[in-house]
């Protein structure tokens, strides 16, 4: 199976701030490397496929980026509405596996 | 409106069985890999389960391989997750997710159920 492993577990940051979470996979996964988002108490949410393609309705301040094994999401200028945890997900051979996730909260 | 809507989720002893469903509706159900993932509680998500639109295909965690059944009902738009032997660790919100499948972009899952939870405890 491939390991996905997210960086840092983490972050606290402020409303305007740049963010830059990471996503290492154990082996190339090519580009099949999905981003969602997730609020306490509530479903996952897609945010971006593919490393770098938006999901229809999300805000243009999310970016990916990365190919093979190394991935970036970079949130531009963080807003109140981001604070969650962020997952990535390897859609490169099943099991589809994420990575263990980051919380990123506010300073 | 696209929306999946889980349900059968409960608590039961060790070693027992329960069936989760999932409904789809406002997208042609019949049209879309389907996948079940769950989250412990205060864990991360994990892959569980995946079918192919007609049902010939279905692959799973190495975890619930032989515990696990999934299968499908296009003609009632519904997703099933027969769960048996269950274990502690078993114990989790179990989602139900539409699968986009793509050669270029790969898989993706955009459309997600709320939930539903299952405790295994005695």
């Known amino acids: 199976d491939i390991q996905m492993t997210q960086s840092p577990s983490s972050l606290s940051a402020s409303v305007g701030d740049r963010v830059t979470i990471t996503c290492r996979a154990s082996?190339?996964?090519?580009?099949?490397l999905n981003w969602y988002q997730q609020k306490p108490g509530k479903a996952p949410k897609l945010l971006i496929y593919a490393v770098s393609t938006l999901q229809s309705g999300v805000p243009s301040r999310f970016s990916g980026t990365g190919s093979g094994t190394d991935f970036t999401l970079t949130i531009s200028s963080l807003q109140p509405e981001d604070l969650a945890t962020y997952y990535c997900?390897?859609?490169?051979?099943?099991?589809?596996?994420f990575g263990q996730g980051t919380k990123l909260e506010s300073k | 409106e696209v929306q999946l809507v889980e349900s059968g989720g409960g608590l039961v002893q060790p070693g027992g069985s329960l069936r989760l469903s999932c409904v789809g509706s406002g997208f042609r159900f019949s049209s879309y890999w389907m996948t079940w993932v769950r989250q412990a509680p205060g864990k991360g998500l994990e892959w569980v389960a995946y079918i192919k639109e007609d049902g010939s295909e279905k692959y799973y965690v190495d975890s619930v391989k032989g515990r696990f059944t999934i299968s499908r009902d296009n003609a009632k738009s519904s997703l099933y997750l027969q769960m048996n032997s269950l274990r502690a660790g078993d114990t989790a919100s179990y989602y139900c997710a539409r699968v986009v499948s793509g050669a270029i972009f790969g898989d993706n899952l955009d459309v997600w159920g709320q939930g539903t939870t299952v405790t295994v405890s005695s």
């Open positions: 997900q390897q859609s490169n051979s099943v099991p589809y596996t």
């Open positions: 082996q190339s996964v090519r580009s099949y």
